[in-house]
């Protein structure tokens, strides 16, 4: 039999997945009722209290687990001794199976983004803010000479053009695997004319 704590782990999940079906749907989060949720994870309204005390609290711990997705997405994805473009066309391959493979979250982050509470959109800026620290991080092994508040911009740049792609790629129908790739290419030109240009930089401001 699972233990009381395996239970309201269960309930937990079934919460938030239920969030993801509905968004799955067409739904915004915003519109989205507690008790549609609530009904849609095969518990009563009163269940729901016992683990979050709103939509915007349920919201935030969906915030947190995409964070944390965010940081083991980012491990491992980035090789500093292959050539600047390999490392692009490697960085974006794992970052556009991941959106497809959780389209649904990603969705979820797209909508609170710009149009949840403010709690949610600070939330989600937060966890924004890391990626842009850890892609800054990672310019340093390929862009040493490069001042810090230059890899920063270049970094913020890239995180643009991301949430650019992202909206694109959510568009496209999994079944037109030649747009995908269109889409895909294009991006990755994108990113390697920020670190062409931060790579300019670096150099006329050394010279």
């Known amino acids: 039999m699972p233990s009381r704590a395996e239970k ?14 509905i968004v799955g749907y067409g739904a915004n989060f915003a519109s989205i009722s507690l008790r549609e949720v609530a009904k849609h994870a095969g518990v009563v309204p009163t269940s729901f209290y016992r683990h979050f005390g709103d939509m915007e ?9 995409l964070g944390l997705n965010l940081r083991r997405l980012m491990r491992g994805s980035f090789d500093s001794e292959r050539p600047l473009d390999e490392i692009i066309g490697r960085s974006l391959d794992v970052y556009h199976q991941y959106v497809l ?3 649904n979250v990603v969705q979820f982050m797209n909508q609170s983004r710009t149009g949840g509470t403010q709690a949610l ?8 803010g890391f990626v842009r ?5 990672d310019l340093s092994l390929v862009l040493p000479d490069l001042k810090a508040a ?8 890239i995180v643009s053009t991301l949430l650019e792609d992202t909206t694109t790629l959510l568009a496209i129908p999994p079944d ?6 269109e889409h895909k290419e294009r991006t990755k030109r994108e990113i390697e004319l920020i670190m062409a240009g931060a790579q300019y930089w670096q150099h006329s401001d050394t010279v």
């Open 8 to 21: 309201k782990a269960r309930t937990r999940n079934a919460l938030m997945d239920a969030v993801l079906s």
């Open 57 to 65: 609290e349920l919201g935030l711990a969906m915030v947190d687990e």
């Open 101 to 103: 493979e959780n389209a």
């Open 121 to 128: 959109q600070d939330a989600i800026r937060n966890e924004l």
């Open 133 to 137: 620290s850890r892609i800054a991080s």
């Open 150 to 157: 230059d890899r920063d911009v270049a970094a913020g740049l």
């Open 176 to 181: 037109k695997p030649a747009l995908l790739q």
